[in-house]
């Protein structure tokens, strides 16, 4: 497998449109992305519409009634807008509304663990047991299989999402979720032999790094992550429950009755939650444009010295998926894509950014009761109508296409939905 690449509007009704512009530096932060700078226009009105037409898509497979998506083609102009309503009958939705950022939590913390090995204060190749106690019979797994995802233990989540259903206010100690839902069930592989997608693996490396530099894993991300990048309005909040923001999108998760039908009409709002669930695999909080400005800094690996293997040697997603999707130091590669995809209740969230052209995507849907992977499929979907939009006056457009078209990822969204379009 080849080593990961690392290099240099119009609305709809019920829509708020922003032009808003990710640069390769930012005034607040310290760290630079080296990727192409982003011409300062909005994308084609012709782009913006099938762009409109997939987030509203999705919106109804997925029964959200709200949507932020942010779209940055530095060779052609930026979308950045909050789609539909905050419920039935609610409020329109703006782009500047905050939201709880899922899995992509995860690869936050595994750029503080790069970094902690970086500095020289741990080594991605230390069992785990060397900086998490009271695991014993676990000193087969490092903290590189962690962040690649073949570490083979059991995700917590598969155990207690009914129970956070029921009780999402519930402040949970990281601790009792890796052992006592996380490890206690059986593997799913031998350490190394495959990938599996676990939450497990996240909490667990924030414990480590915790322990490793004697700081929580909130405080370690701020100083290392968000801070260096100037996302203002990203971090791990405390456990207390709360809203992702001061002004948060509103987060649903329909359920299924005891027939299997879906609640699309009337779903329970999960925005006040404590981030504790998540915690260092999907606890943070962010808003669309640090979002979109991760995904960049992730793909480049800005937050790392040069030459880091960090992405060195992907693995793939699993025997059903494409060749050209794999996983790595708490991230996925699709295609020339590198970014994260999840879930956290109440919202479905995707970022992914190339490296090479600074092609930027980002989107959240609020209501998290389908299939996780839609925020991915939706990411890939805009990604590949965006890797078209005509260059601007004195622009290029990039010539490498995507391994997939936007109409086999709609595919992908509407084969796994869970509601329909109201009648009439």
Wanted: net charge negative; hydrophobic share 40%; proline share 7%.
């Amino acid at each position: 497998m080849r080593a990961w690449r690392r290099s240099a509007a119009v609305a709809i009704a019920g829509a708020s449109v922003l032009a808003v512009v990710l640069s390769g530096c930012s005034p607040q932060g310290s760290v630079s992305i080296n990727v192409p700078t982003q011409v300062d226009a909005p994308l084609p009105e012709a782009t913006v519409t099938e762009l409109q037409a997939a987030v509203t898509s999705a919106m109804t497979a997925t029964g959200s009634t709200g949507a932020i998506v942010g779209v940055w083609a530095p060779w052609s102009g930026t979308w950045v807008s909050g789609l539909g309503t905050q419920g039935p009958g609610g409020a329109e939705v703006t782009a500047d509304l905050g939201f709880r950022a899922g899995d992509v939590t995860g690869a936050m913390t595994c750029d503080v663990l790069y970094r902690l090995a970086a500095d020289g204060t741990l080594s991605m190749s230390d069992p785990v047991t060397t900086w998490v106690s009271n695991l014993p019979g676990y000193d087969d797994i490092t903290l590189r299989q962690l962040c690649d995802g073949t570490s083979g233990l059991a995700s917590y989540t598969s155990v207690l999402d009914g129970v956070t259903a029921n009780n999402p206010e519930r402040v949970w100690n990281p601790r009792e979720l890796m052992t006592t839902y996380g490890i206690a069930s059986p593997r799913t592989n031998a350490p190394g032999a495959a990938f599996a997608d676990s939450a497990t693996n996240f909490v667990l490396a924030g414990l480590a790094a915790e322990r490793a530099a004697n700081e929580p894993i909130a405080q370690l991300i701020a100083e290392r992550v968000t801070e260096p990048l100037g996302l203002d309005a990203t971090g791990l909040p405390d456990p207390a429950p709360a809203d992702p923001a001061d002004a948060s999108l509103r987060g649903y998760w329909s359920q299924q009755n005891a027939e299997g039908a879906w609640n699309c009409t009337d779903p329970r709002d999960y925005t006040d939650m404590s981030s504790s669930y998540g915690g260092a695999a999907a606890g943070a909080v962010t808003n669309i444009t640090d979002l979109g400005r991760y995904a960049q800094a992730l793909a480049t690996g800005a937050l790392l010295p040069a030459g880091n293997d960090r992405f060195a040697a992907p693995v793939p997603v699993g025997g059903d998926q494409p060749t050209w999707f794999t996983s790595a130091g708490g991230a996925f590669q699709a295609g020339s894509l590198i970014g994260q995809y999840g879930s956290m209740p109440g919202y479905l969230v995707g970022a992914f950014a190339d490296p090479t052209t600074g092609m930027s995507v980002a989107v959240v849907l609020n209501n998290s009761g389908g299939d996780k992977t839609t925020g991915a499929w939706l990411a890939w979907e805009l990604a590949a109508i965006a890797s078209k939009a005509p260059a601007a006056q004195g622009q290029t457009a990039p010539q490498a296409g995507l391994p997939w078209t936007a109409e086999q990822m709609r595919d992908n969204i509407n084969s796994k939905a869970i509601c329909a379009a109201p009648a009439g």
